[in-house]
């Protein structure tokens, strides 16, 4: 029997090239993961001023966000598989490349479907965060290794916090094109730090592509994904949802039943299958769908006017401003993750940051008229929430066999993304439900009873987290 508990974390890594030390691979890795992970926030201000440019609803302009999410969550295992073949660093330049060729074109979009081919171009991105930790797993070893798995799961909630201010100063100042320029700017910074910092990894086994496995999880995720973040405005009931989410099982039923047949899978569903791991992606549902219930609450809270009664009449820059501190926190967070891990255990750890996060949710649920109270406990949400995610992706490089590390992180990035996918229209679901069976607009108890759910959820996922193995 495949054993369940963590591979201790000192396992032995590769050494860096010459002249590359852990510092400058570690950097550049992270400039990598931020440029990804400010793409995924970065047009949130911009979507009235898409939907004035193009003549579109708000339905459609939401489209420029999903496509980048519905991308990523196919991209990430496929690509962190081909690392695992091919070498991570050849894939990540390949993935970087993508990147910015999606920026270019968005920018330059005349049309809102080429502008939605540069996003899902752009999506490919999301691949950069499995293959950075695959790398940072070959080419460091011990407290080195924890302590760049911290730095990297930091950065990415740094980044998605961060550009909602960054996008918010772009679109009052400039215009919407300059977003996809900062984007592919930043892009090519990565590739010229990856070039100059990453060291080559030994390629893996050679192997055919397993083109059955890779045609039915992108089949599985997309219909999965698209039922999840069309269901509001289509209907959870509908024809369409439904026949989508039967094809999602279809079709990821069929994944399972092929991957155990073939010699070389995609995914190795045997090694998903592990307790330890299974139980830590389960995890990461509850880490990727807090947050978004207040990325969709909070900017409609604080820029409701205060004429209702509640709300701080902000701008969207003001607003960006008010929840960088909890974006610093997630930061901050992934980088206080390593030094509990190693004086407690991981299964501690992931306890207190649910604990955390579920402290901040009931916080603002209490108090959601006071802007102290908002930025305060919001923070203390993006301080468990960093320290969650750099607990998951701890573990998942510690249980994952070594030749399998980039994929299993990409599968766990998927769970991510549908908990994040989840979180969008529940909330908006919440709020306007509420606002309907009271006055048909936005009330103080809608966004009190979005909050507490926040903090059920927290809780659950506390429960959840006392299964993981107690190993440091």
């Not at 926190?329 to 940051?353: D, E, Q």
């Not at 996060?357 to 919001?378: D, E, H, K, R, Y």
């Not at 009271?438 to 759910?453: D, P, R």
């Amino acid at each position: 029997m495949p054993h369940t508990a963590p591979t201790p974390i000192h396992a032995q890594a590769e050494s860096p090239a010459a002249g590359r030390g852990p510092r400058g691979l570690v950097f550049a890795l992270a400039i990598g993961v931020l440029s990804f992970s400010m793409m995924q926030t970065l047009l949130v201000p911009a979507i009235p001023t898409f939907m004035a440019e193009f003549g579109i609803d708000a339905s459609l302009a939401g489209w420029i966000l999903t496509s980048y999410l519905l991308c990523g969550a196919v991209a990430a295992p496929i690509l962190g598989s081909l690392g695992d073949r091919y070498g991570h660093r050849r894939i990540l330049l390949a993935t970087l490349g993508t990147f910015v060729a999606g920026g270019v074109l968005a920018a330059l979009a005349p049309t809102l479907p080429v502008l939605l081919v540069g996003r899902v171009l752009q999506g490919a991105s999301t691949a950069t965060f499995p293959l950075a930790l695959a790398i940072v797993r070959r080419h460091t070893a011990g407290d080195a290794q924890r302590s760049a798995t911290g730095w990297l799961s930091g950065t990415m909630g740094l980044g998605a916090g961060a550009a909602l201010v960054v996008g918010g100063v772009i679109v009052e100042t400039l215009s919407w094109h300059w977003l996809f320029v900062t984007g592919a700017a930043m892009g090519v910074l990565s590739i010229a730090l990856a070039v100059i910092f990453v060291p080559a990894s030994q390629r893996g086994q050679a192997a055919r592509t397993d083109w059955p496995g890779t045609a039915l999880l992108t089949v599985g995720l997309l219909a999965l994904l698209l039922a999840i973040s069309q269901g509001g405005s289509w209907g959870w009931g509908s024809a369409a949802v439904l026949g989508l989410l039967a094809a999602a099982v279809a079709a990821l039923t069929a994944l399972v039943l092929v991957e155990r047949r073939t010699p070389a899978p995609l995914i190795d569903v045997r090694t998903l299958a592990r307790p330890a791991l299974a139980i830590t992606n389960g995890l990461t549902l509850f880490l990727g769908f807090i947050p978004y219930l207040f990325y969709v609450g909070l900017p409609v809270l604080l820029q409701a006017d205060p004429a209702a009664g509640f709300g701080q009449g902000f701008t969207v820059t003001q607003t960006g401003i008010a929840l960088l501190p909890g974006a610093i926190l997630v930061f901050l967070g992934g980088r206080f993750a390593p030094w509990l891990i190693g004086r407690t255990s991981s299964k501690l750890t992931a306890l207190l940051a649910l604990a955390v996060m579920g402290v901040g949710s009931l916080g603002v649920a209490l108090a959601p008229q006071s802007l102290t109270v908002i930025v305060v406990f919001f923070a203390l949400v993006g301080l468990g929430n960093g320290i969650g995610f750099a607990v998951v992706s701890d573990l998942v490089a510690s249980i994952a066999p070594r030749a399998e590390i980039a994929a299993a992180l990409g599968v766990n990035g998927v769970l991510r993304t549908v908990g994040s996918a989840l979180g969008a229209p529940i909330s908006t679901s919440v709020l306007t439900s509420v606002a309907v069976a009271t006055t048909g607009a936005s009330t103080l108890g809608s966004f009190t009873a979005l909050f507490v759910i926040g903090a059920v959820v927290s809780g659950a996922g506390a429960l959840f987290s006392l299964a993981l193995p107690a190993q440091r």
